[in-house]
């Protein structure tokens, strides 16, 4: 059973555009939804973090939307550059232990 | 800071055999991840320690698999025997604690290849 759901699998944006990856969770009990960018050949590293309490964080050209009530939470990536083509993660934590969600290969066309 | 440091980085082995992977977590952290990630699968966690106890090895997909943390500054999954459905890529990853907002940070990872 996947505890958190990704879409879309993969995502082709061009430079300069906005990218967006949607993830949903059933689990209530999660408490923290990270993301995470994994280059070809490297492990996963924590890109922008969010709470429960607050629907929206932002750093930099990165930001998280997250929505409660529809158990929903989303990834911005605003004037998308070729440098961040790379598989994104949504995560959620609970009862120690962090789910992924399946992965989102994005490539940003120069 | 040297990250969280996984070997060998590729593992080529016949079906049967032992494999050993091996992983050194970043000084300081007291919580040790083992995930697999696999096409099929994604990123699954196998298990998880925290003051190198084991905490939960709920992830672990079979009794041919087992791991130690002998002390706080290395950590092994063994693979006994090897069949080629454990092909995958094998993450460790380490945390301040397995507290909520604690990231993890992972290693470059070990590629598994089962023949």
């Known amino acids: 059973q996947q505890q958190v759901k990704q879409s879309p699998q993969s995502l082709i944006v061009q430079k300069g555009g906005i990218s967006i990856i949607n993830c949903a969770y059933e689990n209530t009990a999660f408490d923290y939804f990270p993301w995470y960018q994994q280059f070809p050949g490297k492990g996963p590293a924590l890109l922008i973090a969010?709470?429960?309490?607050?629907s929206e964080k932002k750093e930099g050209r990165f930001t998280i939307s997250f929505n409660k009530s529809a158990k929903q939470f989303s990834l911005h990536i605003m004037d998308s550059q070729p440098g961040d083509s790379a598989t994104y993660f949504c995560a959620a934590r609970g009862a120690n232990n962090l789910f992924f969600g399946t992965g989102t290969r994005l490539t940003v066309i120069p | 800071d040297a990250g969280v440091i996984q070997s060998p980085r590729h593992e080529v082995t016949e079906m049967g055999q032992e494999v050993t992977l091996r992983c050194k977590p970043i000084?300081?952290?007291?919580?040790l991840f083992w995930y697999r990630q696999t096409m099929m699968r994604g990123l699954e966690l196998l298990i998880y320690?925290?003051?190198?106890?084991?905490?939960?090895d709920s992830g672990m997909p079979e009794d041919r698999f087992s791991a130690k943390m002998p002390n706080a500054s290395f950590s092994t999954l063994k693979i006994q025997p090897s069949e080629p459905r454990d092909s995958a890529v094998y993450f460790c990853?380490?945390?301040?604690?397995?507290?909520?907002?604690?990231?993890?940070?992972f290693g470059n990872g070990t590629r598994l290849t089962v023949t």
């Open positions: 320690f925290n003051n190198n106890v084991p905490i939960d």
């Open positions: 969010i709470r429960p309490d607050v």
């Open positions: 000084s300081g952290h007291n919580s």
């Open positions: 990853a380490s945390s301040f604690s397995a507290g909520v907002n604690s990231p993890l940070h």
